[in-house]
């Protein structure tokens, strides 16, 4: 009887010992990715028309793409103001990003095409209504189906968990 309670305790042992608790490893567009409170400026050559529509300041989310490569991430503006959700390539380096082209992945609103251009991140490059420091986005981007020559500028500031800053 002393042996099987010996063999189980050593094979209860080994099993608890083997078992390691693996972290999951970063998305390759960490530093781009977030949650961000951000306002919507119209924008006409050198004029800039503050939250042009009065919706003041939205949630919109950078997050990667399925295929989780460095070159590429998703900007959303989860329905907030446009129901935009478009693939842009991007340089986590420079932590910049663009696309000429491209296409919505809204299901409902497939025929739009985005522009995004000027698209970057600044780390600790504003400070937020609560006097934190907090990283900056901020990209311009047209669609197919507005006005043509309609240019919106996007900035704002990422998520801090303050209740200040939302």
């Not at 989860?78 to 986590?92: A, R």
């Not at 000429?100 to 600790?124: F, H, Q």
């Not at 400070?127 to 240019?151: L, M, R």
Request: hydrophobic fraction near 35%; include cysteine; aromatic fraction near 14%.
């Amino acid at each position: 009887m002393k042996r099987i309670v010996y063999l189980i305790s050593m094979f209860a042992c080994l099993l608890f010992a083997s078992c390691e608790k693996e972290m999951p490893g970063m998305t390759e567009t960490v530093d781009l990715a977030g949650q961000w409170y951000v306002q919507v400026d119209y924008v006409d050559g050198e004029d800039v028309y503050e939250d042009c529509y009065g919706i003041g300041r939205i949630l919109m989310l950078t997050y990667n793409t399925s295929a989780n490569k460095a070159d590429e991430m998703i900007i959303d503006d989860l329905g907030n103001f446009w129901e935009f959700k478009v693939k842009v390539g991007c340089d986590v380096e420079k932590r910049s990003f663009s696309a000429d082209a491209a296409g919505n992945l809204v299901e409902d609103y497939e025929d739009l095409i985005c522009k995004v251009s000027n698209g970057k991140v600044v780390v600790d490059g504003t400070e937020t209504p609560s006097g934190q420091k907090a990283d900056y986005i901020e990209f311009y981007i047209e669609f197919s189906d507005d006005d043509p020559g309609a240019v919106y500028k996007i900035s704002g500031w990422r998520y801090t968990g303050f209740e200040n800053d939302d």
